[in-house]
């Protein structure tokens, strides 16, 4: 009887540190677009380096899911993560999440994790954008707006206009990255 005590103690000592080590932002469960499929983030992406992005399928910004899934590609086993979050807060949204998925999927051919869709700004912003935005200071102002997390839970805000190839976020990304491979 004492080993099972100390094994449930240890067990749930670990359980703690491990919730203790998830930031805040990652803190939520997700569903997977156009699925029933529900994702904790904090058991998925904990000690990824994660780059946030609210998506829209008719969009000007819309070819970016073929810079962000080559970067995803590119990094993933860096350690890094493309999490997609389908948004019709500026109305260029399909309601079909099908229809959301299809362009993704067979349009674009993004592999990165997709979920469903959700409001990123205002009163009624998901808690996850309502958090993000609270990290940063910055609410998306319009599509594909990025926010990177590095592994310690630090945000960074960048605007719809930069681009997943662009100079200065991928100096950024290659340092959270380096930061995340150093510190484990």
């Known amino acids: 009887m ?10 749930l000592a670990a ?9 805040d932002v990652l803190k939520h469960m997700k569903r997977k677009l156009n699925s029933q499929e529900v994702v904790n983030l904090c058991s998925e992406y904990a000690g ?6 609210n998506t829209a399928s008719k969009c ?13 590609t590119q990094r993933k086993d860096d350690g890094f993560v493309v999490l997609g979050f389908p948004s019709n807060d500026f109305a260029q949204e ?3 999440e099908s229809k959301t998925a299809e362009v993704c999927e067979l349009t674009y051919g993004v592999n990165f994790p997709m979920f469903e869709p959700i409001s990123v ?13 609270e990290q940063t200071g910055k609410s998306p102002k319009w599509n594909f707006n990025k926010y990177l997390m590095d592994k310690n839970g630090n945000v960074t805000h960048y605007g719809s206009r930069t681009r997943p190839d662009d100079e200065d976020f991928l100096k950024d990304l290659n340092a959270a990255l380096a930061a995340s491979n150093t510190s484990e």
């Open 121 to 133: 700004r205002g009163k009624n912003a998901d808690p996850l954008y309502a958090k993000l935005a």
């Open 2 to 11: 004492k080993k099972l005590i100390t094994a449930v103690a240890l067990i």
């Open 94 to 96: 399909y309601a079909d």
């Open 15 to 23: 359980t703690t540190a491990n919730a203790n080590q998830c930031p």
């Open 60 to 72: 000007g910004f819309t070819p970016q899911f073929e810079g962000l899934e080559a970067l995803y």
């Open 48 to 53: 990824k380096t994660v780059l946030f992005v």
